[in-house]
């Protein structure tokens, strides 16, 4: 099976960076699609974006405005999320995920692994 894990959140000041990362380990398929979510205490998990392992193509919540950016490394099975400009609202736990194809990439439900999760905390 597959197995995801990531890396790279911490504490940063609003208007700061910070680039998440997940490795990818176990059987990889080269239609899957690997995303990121977030999810905030009592609120819903959230998507945030998604790559297309295949191509490099993403797909973006409407909401990210131009400040996150999903990019992978085949070589190394890992896919990053560039978080630039953060704000508090940022704060949230976030996730890796994987699915295959591209139907309802946004929902969740649709994911069939999913990392630990990493913490970011943006203070204002």
């Known amino acids: 099976q597959v197995q995801l894990v990531e890396s790279g959140g911490g504490l940063v000041h609003a208007g700061g960076s910070l680039r998440l990362s997940c490795a990818q380990s176990g059987r990889v398929f080269t239609g899957y699609l690997m995303a990121w979510f977030r999810q905030a205490p009592g609120k819903e998990r959230d998507f945030v974006g998604a790559?297309?392992?295949?191509?490099?193509?993403?797909w973006y919540s409407d909401s990210r405005e131009e400040r996150f950016t999903i990019s992978r490394d085949n070589a190394k099975n890992t896919v990053y999320l560039q978080m630039n400009s953060l704000k508090p609202d940022d704060t949230a736990d976030y996730y890796c995920a994987t699915k295959l194809g591209y139907y309802r990439v946004e929902d969740p439900k649709e994911y069939n692994y999913w990392g630990q999760g990493t913490q970011v905390t943006v203070s204002s």
């Open positions: 790559i297309r392992w295949s191509d490099g193509r993403t």
